[in-house]
């Protein structure tokens, strides 16, 4: 069955400094790679994603790096600002259509 | 483009009774919906897979004659709570596949449906 461990569940950074998401995953056929931002009773919202071809995509300040042999793919976040802080999750595609998402890491930047 | 609007925002029902939410891909055709549940500071939970034309498909655990899915148009899928009970309480979101120009099939989600079941 899927599977997908992310990361760490909480984390706090200063304004300015980066921070890193990890997620591991466990079907190796899976190809499309999410991440979405989530504020508070809100929806998630899709901020970068990445496809299995490449190994790395960036978008601003935001970067996602895959690493298919080891089977987990990051989130970078650069520069971070008040408004980076909310919940993102991790999500894979498993079985070519549906999304697993990873348990939801909770960043708070402090000013 | 790949907006998905969902309604009503939130609803408060007395156990017992059945709750429809809507779920519609505004700005595209949306052959595929996903019907999802999350809880408080938990994940989303997938329920179900909502096809245009054809039957649900459901999650291992979710009970299908509980949660009614209806996926009638291309845009419109509707999720019915059937006897609701206090513990069906969450928040429900749905989200829409979508194939939009020059990017590759993604899924957009609506703003989800808060259920209250007293």
């Known amino acids: 069955g899927e599977n997908v461990e992310q990361h760490p569940s909480t984390l706090s950074v200063q304004e300015g400094d980066s921070a890193v998401i990890k997620c591991t995953y466990s079907?190796?056929?899976?190809?499309?790679f999410p991440w979405y931002k989530q504020e508070l009773g809100k929806r998630p919202q899709l901020i970068i994603d990445?496809?299995?071809?490449?190994g790395e995509k960036k978008d601003q300040r935001i970067a996602v790096t895959l690493n298919k042999t080891a089977k987990h793919f990051s989130l970078h976040i650069t520069e971070t600002q008040p408004e980076d802080s909310a919940v993102y999750f991790c999500?894979?595609?498993?079985?070519?259509?549906?999304?697993?998402f990873g348990t939801g890491t909770r960043l708070t930047i402090i000013p | 483009g790949a907006v998905v609007s969902q309604h009503p925002s939130r609803v408060i029902c007395k156990s017992g009774t059945s709750v429809k939410i809507e779920c519609r891909s505004l700005?595209?055709?949306?052959?595929?919906m996903f019907w999802y549940r999350q809880f408080p500071k938990q994940s989303l939970m997938l329920m179900a897979t909502?096809?245009?034309?054809?039957?649900?498909?459901?999650e291992q655990g979710v009970e299908k004659d509980k949660f009614l899915i209806n996926h009638a148009s291309l845009t419109l899928s509707t999720l019915t709570v059937t006897s609701a009970h206090p513990e069906d309480s969450s928040f429900y979101i749905c989200?829409?596949?979508?194939?939009?120009?020059?990017?590759?099939?993604?899924?957009?989600f609506g703003p989800g449906t808060r259920l209250l079941v007293l």
């Open positions: 989200s829409a596949r979508a194939r939009l120009a020059g990017v590759q099939e993604t899924q957009y």
């Open positions: 079907d190796s056929a899976s190809n499309y």
């Open positions: 990445i496809r299995s071809n490449v």
């Open positions: 999500a894979y595609n498993f079985g070519n259509e549906k999304l697993t």
């Open positions: 700005d595209f055709q949306a052959t595929t």
């Open positions: 909502s096809n245009e034309g054809s039957k649900a498909t459901y």
